[in-house]
């Protein structure tokens, strides 16, 4: 037995225990963790290999379009043709795509050539060798999502590129995982834009072995008032599929997607650009959720960047006036899961709906724990809240094992010295399979 399947049959038999356990009476206990966390570590600064030369494509990354293409985006310093070449075997190319080719200037930084294609049609769970610029030296591979459940997604927000990042990708990468959901704040570059270019290798090694689906965060932001426009950086560098699928958003800010044929829709919010009602967002979104088949769409997550709950001190009230703008139509829509950042520290909430638990609201993590620069949000608000289940402010990263379509498994993974260790884990059930939550 493979071992995905071997993978699929240890979910089964967890959510049969699940589903036993789900019979009995809840009990909310609120934790929240004694853990003391390991000291501060070093801020990475990565440059390009000492044997690229201007043609050598870097900071390659992959993103999912549609339920059977993948865009690559990658930069080199000089001219180089926007061609991605790919088989299935390593090697053999006997497919292309040719793409864009676009740079942006910021102050007195200039980018490099930054290049996308469009890949496709793939097959499911394929892994796929490629190349890109016709560039010999490098050969980089991905593994396409499933077209079906199981799906395997890993979260992680405010990811930063410290000595802390890399163990939290290093854990990452160990992890059999077939899409990365990042929650905003990604580079840390906060102006200074080489650091973007440093971001890109340091994520390079995963990023181009799986789709990564990104929003934005306040450090993204990096506007100069009369000089620098919003989300220069980000926008030119993180392409997402904001023009693609049935509810097309107009702006890289803000978008959705389906995977595992359909099982699953992941909504991407923007936090950082009007949301108010009647904004471009608010509108986007109440015709996004009409969309929904709830019979096809078994789970339907969302991601923002400031989190909507939150018994920290740090950011404290900086995610009320969204939640005021758009928390009812994701209950309405009985959205099962919403993962923020911003709070450099782990939480999760029971499932919540205006600040009190409903059994069809959404359950509420924030995840900005990915190892950023800036450190951990080591104060909480005392007592804690009965809605809030479980709290710890250490570096980490969560998974999200959607099994079926009745029961997803979630983990959060500590940082604990070099080693990922579980230390909070729930079982959510579909608010599609549960009666109470869809009367007619």
């Given at each position: 037995m493979g071992k995905k399947n071997s993978m699929a049959a240890a979910l089964a038999l967890l959510v049969l225990a699940a589903s036993a356990l789900s019979s009995l009476p809840t009990v909310c206990l609120a934790v929240t963790s004694p853990y003391v966390r390991p000291r501060a570590r070093a801020t990475l600064s990565l440059t390009a290999h000492a044997d690229a030369d201007g043609q050598t494509p870097q900071q390659v990354h992959v993103s999912a379009v549609g339920p059977d293409q993948m865009r690559v985006t990658w930069i080199t310093d000089d001219d180089a043709p926007a061609t991605v070449e790919y088989g299935t075997a390593p090697g053999q190319y006997p497919f292309s795509a040719t793409g864009n080719t676009t740079a942006y200037s910021y102050i007195i930084y200039h980018s490099g050539n930054i290049h996308d294609a469009v890949v496709g049609p793939l097959k499911p769970s394929t892994t796929y060798y490629y190349r890109c610029s016709s560039d010999p030296s490098r050969e980089f591979s991905f593994r396409t999502p499933p077209s079906g459940l199981p799906f395997n997604f890993v979260i992680a927000g405010d990811l930063g590129q410290t000595e802390w990042t890399n163990s939290t990708l290093q854990h990452i990468a160990a992890a059999d995982y077939d899409m990365l959901l990042l929650p905003g704040d990604l580079s840390y570059a906060?102006?200074?834009?080489?650091?973007?270019?440093?971001?890109?290798?340091?994520?390079?090694?995963?990023?181009?072995?799986?789709?990564?689906?990104?929003?934005?965060?306040?450090?993204?932001?990096?506007?100069?008032?009369?000089?620098?426009?919003?989300?220069?950086?980000?926008?030119?560098?993180?392409?997402?599929?904001?023009?693609?699928?049935?509810?097309?958003?107009?702006?890289?800010?803000?978008?959705?997607?389906?995977?595992?044929?359909?099982?699953?829709?992941?909504?991407?919010?923007?936090?950082?650009?009007?949301?108010?009602?009647?904004?471009?967002?608010?509108?986007?979104?109440?015709?996004?959720?009409?969309?929904?088949?709830?019979?096809?769409?078994?789970?339907?997550?969302?991601?923002?960047?400031?989190?909507?709950?939150?018994?920290?001190?740090?950011?404290?009230?900086?995610?009320?006036?969204?939640?005021?703008?758009?928390?009812?139509?994701?209950?309405?829509?009985?959205?099962?899961?919403?993962?923020?950042?911003?709070?450099?520290?782990?939480?999760?909430?029971?499932?919540?709906?205006?600040?009190?638990?409903?059994?069809?609201?959404?359950?509420?993590?924030?995840?900005?724990?990915?190892?950023?620069?800036?450190?951990?949000?080591?104060?909480?608000?005392?007592?804690?809240?009965?809605?809030?289940?479980?709290?710890?402010?250490?570096?980490?990263?969560?998974?999200?094992?959607?099994?079926?379509?009745?029961?997803?498994?979630?983990?959060?993974?500590?940082?604990?010295?070099?080693?990922?260790?579980?230390?909070?884990?729930?079982?959510?059930?579909?608010?599609?399979?549960?009666?109470?939550?869809?009367k007619k």
């Amino acid at each position: 037995m493979g071992k995905k399947n071997s993978m699929a049959a240890a979910l089964a038999l967890l959510v049969l225990a699940a589903s036993a356990l789900s019979s009995l009476p809840t009990v909310c206990l609120a934790v929240t963790s004694p853990y003391v966390r390991p000291r501060a570590r070093a801020t990475l600064s990565l440059t390009a290999h000492a044997d690229a030369d201007g043609q050598t494509p870097q900071q390659v990354h992959v993103s999912a379009v549609g339920p059977d293409q993948m865009r690559v985006t990658w930069i080199t310093d000089d001219d180089a043709p926007a061609t991605v070449e790919y088989g299935t075997a390593p090697g053999q190319y006997p497919f292309s795509a040719t793409g864009n080719t676009t740079a942006y200037s910021y102050i007195i930084y200039h980018s490099g050539n930054i290049h996308d294609a469009v890949v496709g049609p793939l097959k499911p769970s394929t892994t796929y060798y490629y190349r890109c610029s016709s560039d010999p030296s490098r050969e980089f591979s991905f593994r396409t999502p499933p077209s079906g459940l199981p799906f395997n997604f890993v979260i992680a927000g405010d990811l930063g590129q410290t000595e802390w990042t890399n163990s939290t990708l290093q854990h990452i990468a160990a992890a059999d995982y077939d899409m990365l959901l990042l929650p905003g704040d990604l580079s840390y570059a906060d102006l200074d834009q080489p650091r973007w270019d440093s971001y890109g290798r340091l994520v390079e090694p995963l990023a181009s072995a799986r789709p990564w689906m990104v929003t934005q965060g306040n450090h993204e932001v990096e506007k100069i008032p009369l000089i620098e426009h919003p989300f220069k950086a980000y926008n030119a560098r993180w392409r997402m599929p904001y023009d693609a699928g049935a509810s097309p958003s107009g702006s890289n800010l803000f978008y959705s997607f389906d995977v595992a044929g359909g099982a699953v829709h992941v909504i991407m919010l923007g936090s950082y650009t009007d949301y108010d009602t009647g904004s471009a967002q608010h509108s986007w979104l109440q015709g996004d959720l009409a969309r929904i088949d709830r019979g096809k769409a078994s789970f339907v997550v969302a991601l923002v960047h400031a989190p909507w709950y939150n018994s920290n001190e740090a950011h404290q009230g900086e995610g009320d006036a969204m939640r005021d703008a758009m928390e009812a139509l994701l209950y309405g829509a009985r959205v099962d899961a919403v993962f923020a950042g911003h709070v450099h520290a782990y939480e999760r909430f029971a499932r919540v709906y205006g600040g009190k638990e409903d059994q069809c609201g959404p359950v509420y993590v924030t995840i900005g724990d990915g190892g950023n620069r800036e450190g951990l949000a080591e104060k909480y608000i005392d007592p804690q809240p009965s809605t809030s289940v479980y709290r710890e402010a250490s570096f980490g990263h969560g998974r999200l094992q959607v099994a079926n379509a009745t029961h997803a498994l979630w983990t959060w993974h500590r940082n604990d010295d070099n080693e990922p260790v579980v230390t909070d884990q729930v079982w959510i059930t579909s608010l599609a399979s549960n009666p109470a939550c869809n009367k007619k």
